[in-house]
């Protein structure tokens, strides 16, 4: 299994300030997800950050938004743009291993004041 | 759309109970199945992954069965213990390079010592 460490853990913002959210992974995988988990809710899939071109973003979610970086095979950031109280929420990124197994991040938990 | 439920969404037994977790999905046509477990403000830990073409998957106590034909999926736990208190979530995972998943809502488990 992959081991994956996110920074910040944690982290308090001011309304309308952005926050930039590290993943890195200890071996190269292609493919790499940000997921958004709301208070009380599940997890909803943001987009496939993709090493060498634009991420692909879901339905509701955009670029302008949560801009994502995928420099290499290891790393990849989610900011968090402008954001509002409503963008309090767990923010996790995720890595595909063998067989499509699917491994998780611990998660970095935004508070927007 | 893939839509995913759990039932119960909460649930809460005395310690050594068996006990069976459920998941349904809409869309068949699936790659494979996780279960994950997740602790409060934690991020998600796999469990158990079942391939398209699998039935079940054993782990431990865990064991997980895959229906794809009538879209469903269950877990059972064996001899409960309270460490197995968590929220437990189904994501099925689609076909295709992309290899989303998808999240139920999960359930909510509960072991009273």
């Known amino acids: 299994s992959a081991v994956i460490s996110q920074k910040p853990s944690r982290d308090i913002c001011q309304r309308g300030t952005s926050l930039t959210i590290q993943c890195q992974v200890d071996?190269?995988?292609?493919?790499m997800f940000w997921y958004r988990q709301q208070p009380g809710q599940s997890l909803t899939l943001i987009a496939t950050?993709?090493?060498?071109?634009?991420?692909?973003?879901e339905s509701g979610f955009v670029i302008d938004k949560f801009p994502i970086s995928r420099p290499n095979l290891t790393f990849s950031t989610l900011t968090v743009s402008n954001m509002s109280p409503e963008d309090s929420s767990i923010y996790l990124c995720?890595?595909?291993?063998?067989?499509?197994?699917?491994?998780f991040g611990p998660g970095t938990r935004l508070t927007v004041l | 759309k893939q839509e995913v439920t759990q039932i119960p969404a909460a649930l809460s037994v005395p310690e050594g109970e068996n006990l069976v977790l459920n998941c349904s999905f809409t869309?068949?046509?699936?790659?494979?199945l996780q279960w994950f477990r997740q602790d409060p403000g934690k991020g998600l830990t796999s469990l158990l992954l079942?391939?398209?073409?699998?039935r079940e998957q054993t782990s431990g106590r865990l064991n997980a069965s895959l229906d794809k034909s009538s879209g469903r999926s269950t877990l059972y736990i064996a001899a409960s213990q309270p460490g197995d208190s968590a929220t437990y979530l189904c994501?099925?995972?689609?076909?295709?390079?992309?290899?989303?998943?998808?999240f139920g809502s999960g359930t909510r488990l509960s072991i009273r010592p």
């Open positions: 950050a993709n090493q060498g071109s634009e991420a692909t973003y």
């Open positions: 079942i391939q398209s073409s699998q």
């Open positions: 994501a099925p995972g689609s076909r295709g390079s992309a290899s989303k998943i998808i």
């Open positions: 071996s190269q995988v292609t493919m």
């Open positions: 869309d068949s046509a699936i790659y494979n």
């Open positions: 995720s890595v595909t291993g063998r067989n499509n197994e699917q491994f």
